[in-house]
């Protein structure tokens, strides 16, 4: 039964209460800092670019004293979409994508609908490094942050369009919030149903040469039940809610006073040059 330990695997939504810099930043500061970012490993299609930004990733591991291998056990269970997801870019890959550098492409294997060039090995090679950092980075985020930092730090963040705009501030934290805490109680949902379903004598592809096909398959019947729970625990969470006599976010005040500090600041500043640096600079390959 050890393949179908998903918890140990589910690192998004997950709490590691550590003493460490990152963690006692001011959660206003750490949210925009986070969303600089990753706007810097979206739009980085370089390979010295993605290659610092994977070194930072990593220093602020190092910082927040989280395990490297614990922070990239998520990937495990998404590996086998990363590889298809690589092999279909590589194979289907079109001048459309190349734009400006469709000049410097040079061709490695061309049959029929199959294109594959050093653009589209680099397109591939970018485009798995940017969602191994785009995981560290959520998982950095809460790892180091609880839910309940995040709910004020995205509340006091949007709170001015609130006043401006009448956007519900609370609300949206609250939205987010609960879709990040129950990403690994789902995961936990997933592994209770596939167990008991293999304890049944269901096949879920655990054999076999082609297994992420067999699974793909074996997947589709487990997604019934657990769409089911999750309608079932969305109910209850709301008749909880209105149990306690929940309200939206307007009129209400806050136990919690969140205080910012220099180290904020320097942090905030430092995400906006890591930034500039990796988009502005132009770099060679």
């Known amino acids: 039964m050890e393949e179908f330990e998903l918890l140990r695997y589910i690192t998004i939504g997950q709490y590691l209460p550590l003493n460490s810099p990152i963690h006692r930043m001011d959660p206003r500061f750490k949210l925009v800092a986070f969303t600089v970012l990753v706007a810097a490993v979206t739009f980085t299609a370089t390979y010295a670019g993605n290659a610092v930004l994977l070194l930072v990733m990593l220093g602020l591991l190092f910082i927040a004293r989280v395990p490297v291998g614990y922070a990239l056990s998520g990937l495990r269970p998404a590996l086998p979409f990363l590889l298809f997801l690589m092999a279909m870019q590589i194979a289907f890959y079109t001048e459309g994508f190349a734009g400006s550098a469709v000049g410097s492409c040079r061709a490695l294997f061309d049959w029929w609908f199959i294109h594959a060039s050093t653009c589209s090995i680099k397109l591939a090679l970018v485009s798995a490094a940017r969602f191994i950092e785009l995981l560290m980075l959520t998982s950095l985020l809460t790892l180091t942050t609880t839910t309940t930092e995040l709910t004020h730090g995205i509340e006091r963040l949007f709170s001015p369009f609130q006043k401006w705009f009448n956007f519900p501030a609370h609300e949206l934290a609250l939205i987010i919030t609960i879709a990040l805490r129950f990403v690994p109680t789902f ?33 589709l019947p487990v997604l019934v039940p657990l769409f089911m729970n999750a309608f079932r625990r969305a109910e209850d969470l709301i008749l909880a809610m209105e149990a306690r006599c929940y309200v939206g976010g307007r009129g209400r005040t806050h136990y ?12 905030l500043i430092a995400a906006f040059l890591l930034a500039a640096l990796v988009l502005l600079i132009p770099w060679p390959w």
């Open 256 to 267: 919690t006073e969140l205080h910012s500090s220099r180290g904020d600041y320097l942090a």
């Open 187 to 219: 995961a936990e949902e997933l592994e209770r149903i596939m167990k008991a379903q293999v304890s049944r004598g269901a096949d879920l592809g655990q054999r076999g040469r082609f297994k992420f096909i067999e699974q793909t398959k074996a997947i």
